[in-house]
């Protein structure tokens, strides 16, 4: 098990308050639908989960909350790829 100290690594996760995460969240979200919803992978939601996250999010009005559903919604994969993209790659000490 790897420990993170929060003082010395900022912990890597979603600003939900964010908007230009919300946004990358909302595209990454998107392009999934784009590409067709297959069977479930193994570190993905059922496709049924994903468009009912999808439809709470389309129906919240906190901008906050819906990029979290939208979040729950990818794959781990997709995820993962946001969170370098906004954080980069941590290289082990």
Do not use: C, K, N
């Not at 964010?18 to 392009?31: L, P």
């Not at 069977?39 to 009912?52: I, K, N, Q, S, Y």
């Amino acid at each position: 098990m790897t420990r993170q100290f929060v003082a010395e690594h900022p912990a890597r996760s979603p600003q939900w308050f964010d908007a230009a995460h919300q946004a990358d969240i909302r595209a990454a979200y998107e392009r999934l639908l784009d590409g067709g919803l297959t069977d479930r992978g193994a570190f993905a939601p059922r496709p049924e989960r994903v468009l009912e996250l999808g439809q709470l999010a389309a129906a919240s009005e906190l901008p906050a909350r819906a990029a979290l559903l939208r979040w729950g919604a990818l794959p781990a994969g997709v995820r993962a790829e946001l969170l370098h993209s906004w954080y980069g790659v941590r290289l082990a000490a």
